[in-house]
């Protein structure tokens, strides 16, 4: 009897803990590798965000990254790369680095596009408040056969969507984005999939039967809607993230 009723609570729990679940929360997450000694150089006008991952490059080259922001042009940044000593790319970002958003999290390490070679990902919030206060951007560096990187960013929410997973067991992962949507007087938090190709984030909610749709409740929801049909919800899908740039 004692075993019957522990199994049941096995199943009860299992069941439980299955329904909190968010739909995409079932497949395989990305692994990475968390970096977060950054060193903070400030000079008259400006600040720089370095940080340096050893070992990086398949021949061990060491990669640094330096986030640089300007006191007058806040959202008129600057990335950096090293590759060793010798500066390799300057790219832009329209986004402002401080000493309070930058360490926010690590540095991700990790290859997402499954091309065997390891890309960055920096989450950087936005400071907002409300609902504001989940808006974040979202950074990827991701590594080229040639050693340098394609930059792709835009503005994304807090959330935990923000884990890449491989949906279809292909080794690689898919990028999700998390938006709010209005629709007949109620918000709906969408959920769009990505895949990175030839220097660009390519739209995959055919493919995999997105966008979903969950309403925005004063309550914790992960159920997808049923008040609008998945037919319909293909028309609050984005082409691209929002705010997205890419260099």
């Given at each position: 009897m004692k075993d019957l009723l522990v199994m049941l609570l096995?199943?009860?729990?299992?069941?439980?803990?299955a329904q909190e679940q968010y739909l995409f929360e079932k497949y395989?997450?990305?692994?990475?590798?968390?970096?977060?000694?950054?060193r903070?150089?400030?000079k008259a006008d400006r600040t720089h965000f370095t940080l340096t991952i050893p070992d990086f490059f398949s021949n061990t080259d060491t990669l640094t990254i330096q986030l640089t922001s300007f006191d007058i042009n806040w959202d008129s940044s600057y990335?950096?790369?090293?590759?060793n000593s010798d500066q390799i790319q300057k790219i832009f970002e329209p986004m402002?680095?401080?000493?309070?958003?930058?360490p926010y999290d690590s540095i991700r390490a990790m290859d997402v596009d499954g091309n065997?070679?390891?890309?960055?990902k920096l989450l950087v919030p936005y400071m907002g408040n409300g609902l504001a206060s989940l808006n974040q951007r979202v950074i990827y560096l991701f590594q080229r056969t040639d050693g340098l990187f394609h930059k792709v960013s835009y503005l994304d929410k807090m959330a935990a969507h923000i884990i890449e997973r491989d949906f279809d067991g292909d080794n690689t992962f898919e990028i999700l984005t998390m938006t709010l949507k209005g629709h007949e007087l109620h918000n709906y938090w969408t959920y769009n999939i990505?895949?990175?190709?030839?220097?660009?984030?390519?739209?995959?909610?055919d493919r995999f039967g997105y966008p979903i749709m969950i309403q925005y409740l004063f309550r914790t929801n992960r159920k997808v809607t049923d008040k609008i049909s998945p037919d319909n919800m293909k028309m609050f899908g984005d082409t691209q993230p929002e705010y997205y740039s890419k260099e």
């Amino acid at each position: 009897m004692k075993d019957l009723l522990v199994m049941l609570l096995v199943m009860v729990t299992t069941l439980a803990l299955a329904q909190e679940q968010y739909l995409f929360e079932k497949y395989p997450e990305i692994k990475y590798a968390g970096h977060k000694d950054w060193r903070i150089y400030r000079k008259a006008d400006r600040t720089h965000f370095t940080l340096t991952i050893p070992d990086f490059f398949s021949n061990t080259d060491t990669l640094t990254i330096q986030l640089t922001s300007f006191d007058i042009n806040w959202d008129s940044s600057y990335i950096r790369i090293f590759r060793n000593s010798d500066q390799i790319q300057k790219i832009f970002e329209p986004m402002f680095f401080t000493d309070m958003n930058v360490p926010y999290d690590s540095i991700r390490a990790m290859d997402v596009d499954g091309n065997g070679l390891t890309d960055i990902k920096l989450l950087v919030p936005y400071m907002g408040n409300g609902l504001a206060s989940l808006n974040q951007r979202v950074i990827y560096l991701f590594q080229r056969t040639d050693g340098l990187f394609h930059k792709v960013s835009y503005l994304d929410k807090m959330a935990a969507h923000i884990i890449e997973r491989d949906f279809d067991g292909d080794n690689t992962f898919e990028i999700l984005t998390m938006t709010l949507k209005g629709h007949e007087l109620h918000n709906y938090w969408t959920y769009n999939i990505y895949h990175f190709i030839n220097g660009d984030l390519i739209n995959q909610n055919d493919r995999f039967g997105y966008p979903i749709m969950i309403q925005y409740l004063f309550r914790t929801n992960r159920k997808v809607t049923d008040k609008i049909s998945p037919d319909n919800m293909k028309m609050f899908g984005d082409t691209q993230p929002e705010y997205y740039s890419k260099e």
